[in-house]
């Protein structure tokens, strides 16, 4: 017998995600994951800079200015890509976005994992104005991910949004305005027992 794809189902959501919240959320998720490392770098190559211009200042007759100004200015240009980067990828992600923005997306809890993904639209519409003239409703068409509870996985709840993001290689937004205050309980008190410290709120 074919398992039942909402067996122990404990909730189930469909939303859309505003522009404005994607891009709030990509941001905290650099400030938590991208900066920083960025200003980690900046700072050695600050102190890479400020060595090479006591040089310059001190170094005497011996010191090989032309190249620590050729070294420093390499530093400058390193630290302004560290700067840009972070900005530049956030730019062209947001564009993406900006394009897809009239999705609908499907969040499903389980007990023991989630599923979150799109919900794509008909491909064929023809197929689907005979599916409603004859009263059959048409199949879904979902892309989504099935994300288990392990310790690669977290959730942060800020005040608009949850951010789920796991490995710190991919996260996703789950709007709050789209459920009502004893879904977002039932959602606090189940991620935070399977999830334990690795759920933390923001607000």
């Known amino acids: ?29 650099q400030r938590k994951f991208v900066y920083p490392k960025t200003y980690a770098i900046m700072g050695v190559l600050a102190v890479v800079i400020g060595i090479y211009a006591y040089f310059i200042i001190y170094g005497g007759e011996n010191a090989n200015r032309s190249l620590y100004c050729i070294i420093i ?19 062209n992600l ?3 976005v900006r394009e897809i923005g009239d999705d609908q997306y499907r969040l499903r809890i389980f007990p023991e994992y989630l599923e979150i993904g799109t919900i794509l639209p008909p491909e064929d519409k023809e197929a689907a104005g005979a599916d409603e003239l004859f009263d059959d409703t048409p199949e879904e068409d979902f892309s989504g991910t099935r994300i288990h509870y ?26 709050k305005a789209a459920f009502t ?23």
């Open 150 to 175: 392990n310790k690669g996985m977290h959730m942060i709840e800020y005040p608009a949004f949850f951010m789920i993001y796991q490995q710190k290689t991919m996260f996703y937004v789950v709007p």
């Open 181 to 203: 205050e004893e879904e977002l309980e039932i959602m606090r008190v189940h991620f935070s027992q399977r999830l334990e410290k690795n759920f933390s709120s923001k607000c």
């Open 94 to 96: 947001m564009e993406g």
């Open 1 to 29: 017998m074919e398992e039942n794809k909402t067996d122990g189902l404990l909730l189930e959501k469909q939303y859309k995600i505003p522009f404005d919240m994607f891009r709030n959320a990509f941001i905290a998720f």
């Open 73 to 91: 200015l390499f530093c400058l240009v390193m630290m302004a890509f560290q700067w840009m980067n972070p900005r530049k990828i956030r730019m």
